[in-house]
């Protein structure tokens, strides 16, 4: 286990996923959507909050008011947090369910679907527009991540064990141009949460070997550190200065004897860096 990580909550979560900071509150929400949970850590208390929602939540966005945009079910909805509801916004066509999300550089929440049996490129990415939902990219098989360069000129998706980059268009949310940037190999497990730092270079977390992954520009391996478990699932800057990196793992699957070897699979880690993140822009949606 690397000294460098804590163990912030130690729940063996099924599926933990897409942490997402909350400057205003001091806090990091995540969710398992195995169990219809959503999470609050507040970073002063160090206490999680947990509410269980009506249906799944796989990808969370903040809005400009401190409220959250989420990807649910087979598209998007407006959670409320006081009620543990969701507010349907809008579905989309293709894929059996929602997965990853993000917002790009001005704002717009960008979410991934995906079928049960991963049927390969029958899935896409879907930009929220107001009200309606729009085909970002078509294709896509297994979305894992999805994030940005700091200019926003760049736009990183990890598909299955591929991550691809597109040149991107923030005022009119166009991604074209898309060209593999980096294939994953079999052993350093499967690439399933991105973030991108201030100086424009890529961490991705493996799933199945606990790697994290920092990537230069140019697609070159800079960095590997390796998590407390080797189920980690997804990533996210945080803390007053985006100095800190959150990381959420899974567990489903595992029995007792899994645990012993693996004891930390499950829980929400933290470590630092080195290096700041890219600041995140909250949805422009009301």
Known sequence: MSEDFEVLVDRQALCGASPLWMPALNSVHWVDPLRRELHTYHRDSGADEVRVLPEPVTALGATRHGQL??????????VHLARAALEPVVQVRNG???????????????????????????????????DRARLLVDGVTAAGGVAWSPDGSRMYLVDARTISVYDYDPERALATAGRQWVVCGEAEGDPEGIAVDA???????????????????????????????RRITSLAFGGPRLEEMYVTSACYGYDELAFLEDPCAGALLRFRPGVPGAALTPWRGI
């Open 199 to 229: 100086e424009g270079c890529v961490w991705v977390a493996m799933h199945w070997t606990g790697r994290i992954h920092r990537y230069a520009p140019t697609g070159d391996l800079e960095t590997v550190l390796w998590a407390p478990t």
């Open 96 to 130: 059996d369910r929602t997965g990853i999300g993000a917002c790009d550089p001005v704002g717009r929440f960008v979410a991934g679907t995906q079928t049960y049996s991963r049927e390969l490129q029958a899935s896409g990415l879907y930009v929220l527009d107001g």
């Open 69 to 78: 945009i989420a990807a649910a079910g087979r598209g998007f909805a407006r």
